[in-house]
């Protein structure tokens, strides 16, 4: 993970320190896990390149992410983990209290699975990345979609996120909305679908999330899985 933990590092402090940008970013992360144990952990900034008032706005976006899964190969289980850097350009247009969002650039991927034979392969690549997103935000509630793929083995993952307010505190802490996420992943050799309720608790900028729910994938069949976002704009 130490790939992913720098990327995010270099990519957050030139964010904060980009030239006449003034709460005008976006910082993510968040940790997922699942009952077989695969888990899936990001962090991500994305800032404007130019300041300004316009609806449509430049933006540059990198993430750096790591992911623990297991494969089935004749019926033997063997462990993989993959890292991934991916700086990325973009356009945002803002539509009233909609948010149009488009990406892309490379992705620099750092694979490792255990072999049949014993010990375990290490693999670079480098692929191209795209990403879609559609963001409504009202103080009543969210909807947020977004899309992703990689032709790094052809592999696609999409969510939709809604939530509600439904309680609002008059004292700046701590409003709560609820919500449900549906999301879903794969490539012509892997799917999987997850659903579930999503709690997300407001503290001055600061958004907290949890979530969890049922899954399902190609490999495990029906399982259960559980999470914790935070994001803040500076």
């Excluded at 993510?28 to 449509?56: C, K, M, W």
């Excluded at 209290?97 to 255990?114: C, H, M, S, V």
């Excluded at 909305?177 to 549906?182: S, T, V």
Aim: aromatic share 16%; net charge neutral.
């Amino acid at each position: 993970m130490a790939r992913t933990h720098f990327s995010c590092g270099v990519a957050l402090c030139a964010a904060l320190l980009w030239p006449s940008v003034v709460a005008a970013g976006d910082v993510f992360t968040g940790y997922q896990i699942d009952h077989q144990g695969e888990y899936y952990t990001y962090l991500g900034v994305r800032t404007p390149i130019t300041a300004g008032d316009s609806n449509l706005q430049p933006f540059i976006q990198v993430m750096g992410a790591g992911l623990g899964y297991t494969f089935k190969d004749n019926g033997a289980k063997r462990d993989a983990e993959v890292q991934f850097a991916t700086p990325s350009l973009g356009l945002k247009y803002v539509l009233g209290t909609w948010n149009l969002i488009g990406f892309a650039g490379p992705q620099f991927r750092w694979k490792q699975e255990d072999l049949a034979s014993g010990g375990r392969s290490s693999k670079q690549d480098v692929g191209v990345y795209l990403q879609g997103e559609a963001f409504y935000w009202h103080e009543q509630g969210t909807f947020h979609a977004i899309m992703s793929y990689t032709d790094l083995e052809s592999f696609v993952w999409g969510r939709i996120r809604g939530t509600r307010l439904v309680h609002k505190s008059r004292q700046g802490c701590c409003s709560v909305y609820l919500g449900g996420d549906l999301a879903g992943m794969g490539n012509d050799q892997f799917y999987a679908v997850q659903t579930g309720p999503v709690l997300q608790v407001p503290i001055d900028r600061f958004y907290f999330t949890l979530k969890g729910g049922y899954q399902y994938t190609q490999t495990f069949h029906n399982g259960a899985y559980g999470g914790v976002e935070l994001y803040f704009p500076f």
